[in-house]
């Protein structure tokens, strides 16, 4: 088939799309399945909910939606009086969009029509009633102030009211996101216990604690995260900080508290009992990493969803705790070295394509895990990227942002150009429906390639052609390829000497030249010489059945033995084959060529290489890294007293479990901390470790000797033990 599939292939593609926009339904992999069966399938099973994986994201496309300012859809739910504005003047206060509206918009069949496949919401809970009059705070219309995490927001819906909006995007094969801010409740200020409602947290209407009424210590009270550049500080370089001080003035929740663990992941099982297929997880760089460890096996443990943390990232950051978080928290990030870049490449003119293509080389390189990652070009953080540019640098930047590595978010209004400076400016009402702007077209256009061709959300990049104005990349999994130009200049661009992977063929613009592209003719791996519009974009596709298998991802991005994980990718074949953990086969519970389903197999925990062999033999690429825990974790702070250290000396912990480093110091835990929960010689870390098992640990002093070289202390003595408990935190303390 290889030969005239091309493009014979790619009319099919259409045709098949269009049936689906249709019908509602949403081909899965249009050349290797017969268009019978997606028929028969769908009369079979009218909602399909079977076919939405809560997991695998790697055909998704996201849209991300401030509930209340998208459509209103029930007028008896408004908030009355000093919350609501029906002008829509305050833009700090509730405008009226709710779960109905959402699930009116889907039911008319405006996102199946623009291509994506999960809507990423506000956070639902319920939150303060107070308007604050003080510091310009006004009210939570974006849902980032909980008071109660297992109620509704009753200004966006009832429990019922949810409920229809997620039947009704399964129905219409989309996933639905929520955001979830256990970080913190809402504002408060010490000196004034009548602002806002005290950073009040209640358990299903039972109050648990105010801010200034805290026996319990359900809230951390160590005062806000300060940044006075006059005095040069920035305590948001410091993780300690960052992590047990207040985010601005929000009430920081102590998570290590027994009464706020058990009452944060009760409270997510019920949401994910409602049916939602995804966590977006608001501010993760304030909440300790072992705790959130933790919170994400008890998810797992209770229906794995796929989980993406907010670690924000400024322009120009790097940040190697933004990295590690990725690599190792169990969840993935919002790539927000990706957007930043997109940002300065596409609106501002401040970078150029060598600057694209160094952020996409040094995330591979950095992040284990770079195709989970979600990408966005701007969000209800930052001025929208349509903000003083113009609109075709908005659909390059949508073709960028839909073709490169990484599961793409596109913010709603995108597609119809909503302008709009920082919080709250980028937050306007939903501008309108209409479904013929360019931006709308591209949207779904690339979401049908997404879709249809596994290169885009499961293969690796190669830079083509580049210069300042001009970036040619080709995405690859397997024998399915995509290539795709992108001319941000003014000047028509000549590109002779390309090369491509893509066999020979004529092929026709994906986007169908309405970005001003062009058709290629590839002979012997190079594109024939052709010009490059000035602003144009093109995308060209390849797609074949691939025999040779190559894994895009695994997902979720931890897992115990016996828990059941995705690979997704392509050329895995129709027959069964194998899937190796290590040298261990495991049990494979569904086969298909582009996404396989097996337990993990009863390996010691660790980080081990996952590969596919084929049922003719054939082997995939080796993915590195799954992160096998030894079982369910919790939250264990752990604390050495007395444990005095010369300057540049940290303390760390490693002990005989691979959550503590088995004993390898290269792996420990730390560097501690000793400044807010705790004070120098005393040290602490808050470390995520198996449920209910004996451990043995010691710590150790880390510095530097002469040469650079590392140098270890460790702990006299016998090893000290400890057992975790089951299903609650717990802390341990020591002496040095
Ligand atoms: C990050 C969110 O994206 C932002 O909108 C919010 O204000 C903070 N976290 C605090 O919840
Ligand atoms: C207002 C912002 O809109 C919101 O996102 C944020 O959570 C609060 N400020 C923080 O107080």
Redesign the pocket.
């Known amino acids: 088939m290889n030969s005239k599939s091309k493009v014979s292939f790619k009319k099919r593609t259409i045709s098949l799309c269009l049936l689906a926009s249709l019908i509602g339904f949403t081909p899965i992999k249009t050349n290797s399945i017969p268009i019978l069966q997606h028929v028969t399938a769908v009369k079979g099973v009218q909602a399909s909910e079977r076919n939405i994986s809560k997991v695998d994201y790697s055909k998704d496309v996201i849209y991300q939606i401030i509930t209340d300012r998208f459509y209103d859809g029930d007028k008896s739910n408004n908030p009355s009086g000093n919350l609501y504005d029906a002008n829509k003047n305050d833009w700090?206060k509730y405008w009226g969009g709710d779960w109905k509206g959402i699930a009116d918009k889907i039911n008319s069949g405006y996102f199946s029509k623009l291509g994506v496949t999960a809507l990423w919401i506000s956070q639902p809970v319920e939150n303060i009633d107070a308007y604050i009059q003080q510091d310009g705070?006004?009210a939570p219309y974006?849902g980032?102030?909980a008071k109660d995490y297992k109620k509704t927001n009753p200004y966006f819906g009832s429990l019922s009211d949810f409920k229809n909006l997620v039947q009704a995007a399964h129905s219409h094969n989309l996933k639905i996101i929520i955001d979830f801010a256990p970080n913190h409740t809402s504002?408060a200020r010490v000196e004034n216990t009548g602002f806002g409602e005290n950073g009040a947290l209640y358990d299903n209407g039972k109050l648990l604690a105010k801010y200034n009424n805290d026996p319990d210590n359900i809230f951390h009270h160590n005062g806000s995260i300060i940044q006075d550049d006059k005095k040069n500080i920035n305590e948001y370089k410091s993780l300690e900080c960052c992590t047990y001080k207040n985010l601005?003035?929000?009430c920081d929740l102590n998570q290590q508290n027994k009464t706020v663990d058990k009452y944060l992941k009760d409270a997510i099982n019920l949401w994910i009992d409602q049916g939602i297929d995804g966590i977006r997880l608001d501010a993760v760089k304030h909440m300790a990493f072992g705790w959130q460890k933790s919170f994400m096996s008890s998810i797992n443990a209770h229906k794995p969803v796929f989980t993406f943390g907010e670690w924000s990232l400024d322009n120009g950051n790097y940040d190697a705790g933004n990295t590690n978080f990725a690599n190792n928290s169990g969840m993935s990030l919002l790539d927000f070295r990706f957007a930043r870049t997109v940002d300065n490449v596409f609106r501002y003119n401040s970078a150029n394509m060598y600057d694209f293509n160094n952020m996409i080389a040094s995330t591979a390189k950095d992040y284990e895990d770079v195709n989970s990652l979600v990408t966005f070009i701007d969000c209800h953080?930052f001025n929208r990227i349509s903000t003083g540019s113009n609109n075709n640098r908005t659909n390059q930047a949508l073709v960028a942002l839909l073709t490169s590595r990484g599961i793409p978010a596109v913010y709603y209004g995108t597609e119809h150009y909503m302008t709009g400076d920082n919080?709250?400016y980028c937050r306007g009402m939903m501008s309108n429906f209409s479904t013929n702007t360019t931006a709308f077209n591209i949207i779904s256009k690339l979401s049908a390639l997404r879709k249809n061709n596994t290169a885009i959300g499961s293969g690796t990049t190669k830079e083509r052609w580049i210069n300042n104005d001009v970036y040619i990349y080709e995405r690859q999994c397997g024998n399915n390829v995509a290539l795709v130009a992108i001319n941000k200049g003014n000047t028509d661009v000549n590109v002779s000497g390309l090369l491509t992977a893509m066999p020979n063929g004529n092929y026709s613009d994906v986007l169908q030249n309405i970005m001003s592209g062009n058709s290629i003719t590839v002979r012997n791996g190079s594109v024939n010489n052709f010009t490059l519009r000035a602003g144009a974009s093109a995308v060209w596709s390849y797609t074949t059945n691939s025999n040779s298998p190559t894994i895009g991802n695994v997902q979720q991005q931890m897992a115990k033995p016996g828990q059941e994980v995705t690979i997704s990718g392509d050329g895995f074949g129709t027959s069964k084959g194998t899937v190796y953990f290590g040298n261990t086969a495991a049990t494979v519970t569904s086969w298909s060529d582009d996404a396989i389903t097996v337990k993990v197999p009863s390996i010691s925990a660790g980080k081990v290489n996952v590969k596919v062999k084929t049922a003719s033999g054939a082997v995939s690429n080796v993915y590195k890294n799954y992160d096998v825990i030894s079982g369910d974790l919790v939250s264990v702070r752990f604390v050495v007293n007395n444990a005095s250290t010369y300057y540049g000396q940290n303390v760390y912990l490693v002990g005989d479990v691979p959550e503590l480093g088995s004993w390898n110091t290269d792996k420990a835990i730390g560097p501690f901390f000793n400044q807010i929960e705790g004070h120098y010689p005393n040290w602490y870390y808050d470390v995520a470790v198996p449920a209910g098992t004996k451990i043995e640990f010691k710590f150790i002093k880390v510095g530097t000797g002469s040469y650079g070289k590392k140098t270890i202390d460790w702990q006299s003595g016998d090893n000290r033990t400890y057992i975790v408990p089951y299903n609650t935190t717990g802390q341990v303390t020591v002496n040095w």
Request: hydrophobic share 25%.
């Open positions: 700090k705070e006004g974006h980032y102030w504002p601005f003035d929000l953080d919080d709250p």
